[in-house]
C-alpha cells in the first residue's frame, strides 16, 4: 500500500459510546488478533477499530486535565484578536521563532526583557532590529542574549527584514485576514524562511487561542512521532514526520490539531525514549504498553498495516 491510499475517509470518525473499561478490554482483543494474524487484509479490516480507540483515549486525556488541553501563550491568552496591539503581536511572535531550540532558556521572558529594558520599547519591534547594520546586530549576540545558539541569533535579523518588507513589521498583518484559515496563516508565516516546526507553533497557538478556526495538523516532530506511534501502533522509532501526521488525520480527521498539546504533554512528562510507562495516564490505552504486559508484539504488523512493509518503502523511494 502506498501512502497516497492512507486516506482518512478509511477510518471511521465518530466516538462510539463504549465505557472506558470495554475500550480497555477492547484493545487488549485487537492486539492479540493481531499479533497472531498473518492476513494483511485481515489486520487492515482491525486497524479502523484500532484508530477509533486511539482517538477515545486522546479524547479522554483532553478530558481528564486541562493541562492535556489548553496551553497559556504569553501576550496572546486573554486578548481577543480585534484588541491585540501590534507591539505584542511582535513579541509573540519574535518569542515563538526564538522557541527554536532554546533548550531550557526562558526565551519568552528573555523578549520581554528585551523589547522593556534594551530596545526600550520601541513602536515596531523588527524595524527596531533593523536599526542595527547586520554585523552591528551580529555583535550584539552576548550583550541581547536571546537565545544559546549564534545562527538563531543571525536568523532573527533576517526574519526582521522579511517582516518588514512583507508584512509592514506588524505580525497582526499575517493573521488578520485569515480567521477561517489556518494553512493559509501557516503559508504566510513560512514566508518568512522559518523552519516548519516554528511554523506549525504559531499556527497552533493562534489556533488555541481561537485567533483561526479550522482543521490543522499535528506538528510531527520527534516528540508527536514517538508518542503517537507507541500509544497507536506500538512503535515508537519508526515513525517518520509525514507518517505522524498521516497517522493524526487517521485518528482525529476532523481536526489533527487537537492531539497535539496531549502528545507534546506525554512526551515531556512520561514518554521520553525510555518511557515510564507505569506513571503514564494513557497506560492501560496505549497499544505499546498493553503489548508490553501482555508480552507480544504486535507494532510492526501495525505499523506495515497502516504503511506498507519498510523494505517495499525504500525500494519505492529509489524509484520515485
Ligand atoms: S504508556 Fe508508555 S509508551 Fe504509552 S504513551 Fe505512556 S509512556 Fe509512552
Redesign the pocket.
Known sequence: MNNRELSEDRFIKETRPDSATYGQDRLICLIREISVQDKTEIIQLLLPELMRLSRETFLHLRRSSPRFSTSEWPWLSGTKPDTLTMQDANRFLCACILELNAGKTDVWANIEYFVQEILENPENLWRSILLHSPEGWADQYWEYDLHPEPAIHARLYEIASLMVRYYHGDARQIWADYLSSPQEVFRRIKVLNVPRSTACLITGALKDEHYLEGVFDIVGDVVDSR?LG??ACGE?TGLTSYQARILGKMISAEDPWILDRPLYV?GMS??SPG???RR?P??ER?V??VSADLGISAGKKIYEGLFGQKTVQKSLKRWL
Open positions: 508518542v507507541r500509544i515508537g506525554l512520561y514518554c518511557p515510564r510507562c503514564c494513557v497506560h496505549c505499546y504498553a
